[in-house]
């Protein structure tokens, strides 16, 4: 059985970090772009960022470039999003997606090209 399990959330300054983290477990970790994906209150969920396991490519946001890196822990089978220079307009849910992927991280990173996902993780920034 496939799982995504987000941890790391949590509430955090404008200004300040955090480190989300996507433990995974039920797949050949390798062979899946896993991305990073969130969802404000009355705004469609959006993605931020992916990484493809099986060529290393990653992509990000516009929005989010400069601010946050992903990146794989093939030992743990975990990705991670670090975030910094968090804004107020940076609080929603954060996901975790995944999907057998053998490709760039780009051509997959949006809704609609993930297979399995989270059940998400609160990031509040405050003013």
């Known amino acids: 059985e496939v799982q995504l399990v987000e941890s790391g959330g949590g509430l955090v300054q404008a200004g300040g970090s955090l480190r989300l983290s996507c433990a995974t477990s039920?797949?050949?970790?390798?062979?899946?772009?896993i991305g990073w994906f969130r969802q404000a209150p009355g705004k469609e969920r959006e993605a931020l960022s992916c990484i493809s396991n099986s060529d290393s490519t990653t992509y990000y946001l516009d929005s989010v470039k400069g601010r946050f890196t992903i990146s794989s822990d093939y030992t743990k089978n975990t990705v991670y999003l670090q975030m910094n220079g968090l804004k107020p307009e940076d609080t929603a849910t954060y996901y975790c997606?995944?999907?057998?992927?053998?490709?760039?991280?780009?051509?997959?990173?949006?809704?609609?090209?993930?297979?399995?996902w989270g059940k998400g993780t609160l990031v509040t920034v405050s003013s």
């Open positions: 039920g797949f050949r970790f390798g062979g899946y772009a």
């Open positions: 997606a995944a999907r057998f992927w053998i490709g760039t991280a780009r051509s997959t990173c949006y809704v609609g090209g993930m297979d399995y």
